[in-house]
Every structure is written in C-alpha cells, then in structure tokens.
C-alpha cells in the first residue's frame, strides 16, 4: 500500500520568500500525486495534481510541484510567499488501480511573517 | 448551492446521544466518502460510497453508521461515541471510482464534532 510522508509539521517563511513543502511518498505502482490547502474552518481544496506527462506540474495561487520518480518526492513550491498562502497543507498519494485508496500525509503548516 | 456543503458546522454531544451529520454534492458526483480529521494525525479515510453502494469500510466501529440514500446525499449516523472520536468529520465527493482516472476530490468544510 502506498503511503506520504510529510517532512516538518510547521514551515515558516518570511512574506516575499520562497515557499518549500516537502513530501515524500511510497507507493508499488505509479502514482497519481495530490497538493490539497486548508484553510482554518474550511475543507481541503485541489492546489494541483500530477497524474502523467509533464513531471512539473502548475496548480492555483502561484504553486508548482515536481514529480521525481527517481527521489520518490513531490515537494511543493511557491516563489514569493504572501500572507494569504498562510494554511495547512497536504500531500496525497493515490495508486494507479485503486480509485479509493487516496492516503494523506500528517500535513504541513505554513505560517508567513510580514 | 455549490461545491459540496455539510451540516451542522459544529456538533456538541454527549455519549449517549444520537446525531446525525449530513453531506451533499451539488457536482454531479457518484462517489462520495467521509474522512475523520484528528489533530496531528492524516485523514482517515472511515467510508466510501460509489454509485450509492459501499465499497470500503477502513474498520471503523460500528458507533458509526453511514447511510447514501442517493449519488448526491451522504449521512453518518452517530451513537454511543467516545471522547476520542472528537474530530473534523470531512465529507468529500469525486466522479466515478471505476477505471483508473486520477478523479480529484471535492471535499465540504467539515462539521466539528466534541463528544463530552
């Protein structure tokens, strides 16, 4: 069974800087790799997925993420940070045959100082 | 009504009460599952539901019991809980589970529930 590890509960980053979420995942089969962002009192929603192509993947608000098969990793990234990026983030992993298996990370914290 | 919505927001509840949590997907959707979110642990998948039927149960005790009346409801019935099943209760919905297409999940705000 495939699992996601998440590298650091809580990242914090200065507004303007770069934003690095790690994620790292095991999995037997190829996988299809997720980003999902929480915000307080609110479900999770799609930042930006990776199913097959293109291994460098662009999603909403300014995040990318990078499938490296060989690194078995799917870290987040974002340029310059803003204030409102400031949520909880999650990485999830899903095989390739079986749609209901999706395992989530423990996630990651993201604060932002001004 | 868009997206995918759930009610309550927050649930308080004794041990021997009986509640109900409601979910519904205004997506078209015919999968639909519900997650149990503790502090510092991963979502825990407790349910799914394709085309109205069950199709996976993670071993989840019987105080809980869900109910799809049709592809855009899903309840989860609660009695009898313990003070360790205080959580965000996540609903989510996706398209079709059959095949092998990476379908996403919608997910709803979640009901916060305290048992006391």
């Known amino acids: 069974a495939q699992s996601v590890t998440q590298l650091g509960s809580h990242v914090s980053v200065s507004e303007g800087a770069l934003v690095l979420l790690r994620c790292n995942y095991s999995?037997?089969?190829?996988?299809?790799l997720f980003w999902y962002v929480q915000y307080p009192n609110q479900g999770l929603q799609l930042l930006l997925k990776?199913?097959?192509?293109?291994?460098l993947v662009k999603g909403i608000n300014g995040f990318e993420a990078e499938f490296k098969k060989s690194e078995t990793s799917f870290h987040l990234t974002k340029p310059s940070a803003h204030m409102s990026d400031a949520a909880e983030y999650f990485c999830?992993?899903?095989?390739?045959?079986?749609?209901?298996?999706?395992?989530f990370g423990a996630g990651t914290r993201l604060t932002v100082k001004p | 009504e868009t997206g995918v919505t759930q009610t309550p927001r927050h649930l308080v509840m004794g041990m021997t009460n009986k509640k109900s949590l409601k979910c519904e997907q205004h997506?078209?959707?015919?999968?639909m599952y519900w997650y149990k979110q503790s502090a510092k642990k991963p979502l825990e998948l407790m349910f799914v539901?394709?085309?109205?039927?069950?199709?996976e149960n993670n071993s989840v005790p019987s105080r809980f019991s869900p109910e799809c009346p049709n592809s855009s409801h899903l309840f989860l019935h609660l009695h009898t809980l313990q003070p360790e099943d205080s959580a965000l209760y996540l609903c989510?919905?996706?398209?079709?589970?059959?095949?092998?297409?990476?379908?996403?999940?919608?997910f709803g705000p979640g009901t916060r529930l305290t048992v006391t």
């Open positions: 989510a919905s996706s398209q079709d589970l059959r095949g092998r297409r990476p379908y996403e999940q919608y």
């Open positions: 999995s037997s089969v190829p996988p299809y």
């Open positions: 990776y199913t097959t192509g293109a291994t």
């Open positions: 999830a992993v899903r095989d390739t045959y079986n749609n209901n298996d999706m395992r």
């Open positions: 997506l078209g959707h015919n999968a």
């Open positions: 539901y394709s085309l109205e039927e069950r199709v």
